[in-house]
């Protein structure tokens, strides 16, 4: 079983709706969880993190976070083709300061 | 802003040769990383190091080495390139990965083993 699990996608949303995008972990040590996006050809940048359980808003982004389901999602308001991406979601374990990613669930917002 | 530089982005190589990717961070970062990133397989962490002259295994060392001699320099080597190496290997850079860290990320460096 691996660490971080994200279905693959591709997720279609049409431009304006809610995108909902979910990530799984296996370690319940896990601290600390972390949204990166990826456009094609490019590096991953980061976009939120979360530690606590319950909900943090940034703008059209709202990641949650319920430890005792060991469940991570991130939702994108108002959807817009420039959120066409791939999203990845990350989790910090252990005492190493290194971060185990999952590997993406690619995201189509379509006009 | 936080730049990671990679030093090629591109590189064809062929099996047996001694490959060097370099990365250097300019924000006096403590933490540096090596990724690679494969389809369908995702980011994997080859090494990391979090001083200079130290350095920790990640997920998949073997056929890898890293030197960090300066704070801001974390270099990648393959010892003797194989075909199962090609891939996309990204650095990346931290000033504390832990509940309110980011990682940045260098532009990548897409290795082609023959």
């Known amino acids: 079983q691996k660490e971080v699990e994200q279905n693959s996608g591709p997720l279609s949303v049409p431009e304006g709706a809610i995108a909902s995008l979910n990530c799984t972990y296996s370690?319940?040590?896990?601290?600390?969880f972390f949204w990166y996006r990826q456009y094609s050809g490019k590096s991953p940048e980061l976009i939120m993190f979360?530690?606590?359980?319950g909900d943090k808003e940034d703008g059209r982004f709202t990641a949650q976070l319920n430890k005792a389901s060991q469940y991570v999602s991130l939702l994108i308001r108002d959807s817009q083709p420039s959120d066409s991406a791939t999203y990845l979601c990350?989790?910090?374990?252990?005492?190493?300061?290194?971060?185990?990613f999952g590997t993406g669930t690619r995201l189509q917002v379509t006009l | 802003d936080v730049k990671v530089t990679q030093s090629s982005r591109y590189l064809v190589k062929r099996t047996g040769e001694k490959v060097f990717l370099e990365c250097v961070q300019d924000?006096?970062?403590?933490?540096m990383f090596w990724y690679r990133q494969d389809p369908g397989l995702g980011l994997r962490l080859i090494y990391f190091?979090?001083?200079?002259?130290?350095?920790e295994k990640g997920d998949i060392p073997e056929g890898y080495s890293v030197s960090r001699e300066k704070k801001e320099r974390f270099s990648l080597i393959l010892e003797s390139a194989s075909t199962n190496q090609t891939s996309m290997y990204l650095c990346?850079?931290?000033?504390?990965?832990?509940?309110?860290?980011?990682?940045?990320f260098g532009e990548g460096s897409r290795l082609t083993v023959l």
């Open positions: 979360i530690y606590s359980n």
């Open positions: 370690d319940r040590g896990s601290q600390s």
């Open positions: 990350a989790a910090h374990t252990g005492t190493a300061s290194k971060l185990t």
């Open positions: 924000m006096d970062h403590e933490n």
């Open positions: 990346a850079s931290s000033l504390y990965v832990g509940t309110t860290g980011e990682l940045f």
């Open positions: 190091s979090y001083d200079v002259k130290m350095k």
